[in-house]
């Protein structure tokens, strides 16, 4: 086991993700190339050793958190390979545990390390330097996580409410199969045959799999396989949650960047009026973003602002504020851009908005600090979470991933008031209201508390399931919500799942315990 470390306290941290799960296993791998992952998985599949692989361990699903054998992670494959361009869009290839800052630093530069690229994408590269601006708009909250780790649970973000999740931007994707084949799928390219599908390895065999017969629900939506009938088979890899294959190459496309980015932070004394603005702001254009912050997540703002540090700069929020829409105007002039910031000002005087509860943010300074703002909130609730765990308490973050369809946000909103208030639980929500997807976190004071939330997320899981949604909308299943998916599509389609999966990891290996257990006979 050259290749293949023995797991010491030296790795203990590999033990854990961002869901503050820890998990375990006898040894970890760090590939530096496709070869060392080929020859890790082939001795791994000899051996019948679980693999589980990691990008950056930002994932809120425990899908990087090992159940037993071997870790393998991808922080070392983390280079650019090449770039090209077909006449519309650049694309560029790169190494799974390449970080999203990173790969921003390097478009917003123009600055790649282009050791071993071909001539060709020199060419590229030398058009792509005097070409405009570009970005890759997909934009999890954790900018530090790996490109692999994105592709692998279609990650989202706040912008896409405009853009959309990270699939539509992967164009192929190389992994290595648990017995160390190597397949390549490419936007375009091969498709299913109504439920049928073929993917072939580059050694010219083949993995064939019947597709679940389930319907997948009309939301954002991060819930187990993609599944469509005649459906391009790149998009069954993608979102597979690690446990098809190992991603060594991902080919992403980039976008022109606009040339106006404004945001704007909307400040609401009642729920009720902030809600109406959210539906009634959708319907027009040019908004690259919807987001909302509930009161109780204003109100650890406030605590954390006043303990100063980190949190010192962030606006003073007035105490008669309940609620915060923050906005985003994406416009090619500023002539485009004040157009959407007026229709903006005329929305939020409907709604009951005044001009002195609005922030406005028109250079990169004032809107990194309303972006500072969205991103403390979350990050307060972690530091809550992990203040109560150093004090003794068994518990981990408990929040909601899970949307619905257009139409229901008023009616999950009542629904996780309602159950938080009957237990008499502590929350605080924010998130993607703009498409339909707010996160509903719970704050336990016991162990007792916690227990009762898992089981109210179980509850919340059947509503937003009956009601057409989605269980998990952005971060993936991994090993946590499990049962979720379970009671989004009823076993007898789980059990389809996992004939699928047994068709490319026939031992069982790769990602043990990610979106659904091992069942005997299947």
């Given amino acids: 086991m050259e290749k293949i470390r023995q797991l010491t306290e030296e790795y203990a941290g590999y033990l854990r993700d961002e869901s503050r799960n820890t998990g375990r296993a006898e040894g970890i791998a760090f590939p530096a ?56 869009s650049y694309y560029v290839t790169v190494e799974p545990g390449l970080s999203l800052l990173e ?30 601006e570009f970005f890759f708009s997909p934009d999890p909250t954790e900018a530090t996580a790996s490109i692999g780790g994105m ?8 912008r896409t409410y405009k853009y959309g999740p990270t699939r539509p931007y992967i164009q192929s994707v190389t992994m290595v199969l648990a017995d160390g084949r190597i397949l390549t799928e490419k936007r375009g390219g091969d498709r299913a045959k109504g439920l049928e599908a073929s993917f072939v390895c580059e050694d010219g065999s083949s993995v064939d799999v019947s597709l679940p017969t389930f319907t997948m629900p009309n939301v954002k939506n991060a819930s187990g396989y993609y599944v469509k009938p005649d459906m391009e088979l790149i998009d069954l890899i993608i979102g597979s949650d690690g446990s098809l294959g190992v991603f060594t190459e991902i080919e992403v496309r980039l976008l022109p960047l606009p040339r106006f980015i404004w945001g704007a932070s909307l400040l609401f004394e009642r729920e009720d009026d902030s809600l109406e603005f959210a ?4 319907e027009q254009e040019g908004f690259g973003a919807l987001e909302f912050f509930d009161s109780d997540a204003l109100d650890i703002l406030r605590a954390q602002k006043e303990k100063g540090a980190a949190f010192a700069a962030l606006p003073a929020i007035p105490e008669n504020i309940t609620n915060v829409i923050y906005t985003e105007i994406h416009a090619g002039t500023e002539e485009e851009a004040l157009d959407r910031l007026f229709v903006l000002g005329r929305y939020f005087e409907e709604a009951g908005g005044k001009e002195e509860n609005s922030w406005i943010a028109r250079d990169g300074s004032e809107l990194d600090r309303l972006i500072f703002f969205r991103h403390a909130i979350p990050e307060s609730v972690n530091m809550l979470i992990d203040q109560k765990r150093k004090s003794g308490l068994n518990i981990t973050k408990m929040s909601s991933d899970m949307s619905v369809p257009a139409g229901r946000l008023k009616d999950v909103m009542a629904m996780y008031r309602s159950t938080i208030k009957e237990l008499g639980l502590k929350s605080a929500a924010w998130g993607h209201i703009g498409n ?40 993936g299943v991994g090993k946590l919500k499990a049962d979720f998916l379970t009671i989004m599509y009823g076993e007898d389609h789980i059990d389809e799942m996992r004939r699928l999966k047994r068709c490319f990891d026939p031992k069982w290996q790769l990602g043990a315990g990610n979106m659904f257990s091992e069942k005997e006979g299947i």
Avoid at 108 to 132: L, P, Q
Wanted: net charge neutral; hydrophobic share 40%; with cysteine.
């Fill in 279 to 282: 539906q009634n702001i959708r």
């Fill in 151 to 158: 592709a692998a649970c279609n990650a989202s973000g706040a």
């Fill in 436 to 475: 339909d997807h707010v996160h509903f976190n719970i704050l336990p004071d016991s162990e007792e508390q916690y227990a009762s939330s898992k089981e109210l997320f179980k509850r919340w899981a059947a509503w937003v399931s009956e009601s057409g949604g989605a269980v998990s909308a952005e971060h």
């Fill in 33 to 88: 190339s496709t070869e060392d992952i080929v020859e890790i998985m082939k001795e791994c599949h000899e051996k019948g050793l679980r693999v589980t692989v990691q990008g950056a361990r930002t994932g809120l699903a425990a899908a990087a958190v090992p159940d037993g054998g071997v870790i393998l992670n991808l922080s070392r494959m983390n280079r650019v390979l090449g770039m090209r361009f077909d006449g519309n």
């Fill in 103 to 132: 790969f921003r630093k390097m478009l917003s530069t123009k600055r790649f390390d282009t050791r071993g690229w071909s001539s060709e994408s020199m060419e590229v590269y030398a058009r792509f330097a005097k070409d405009g």
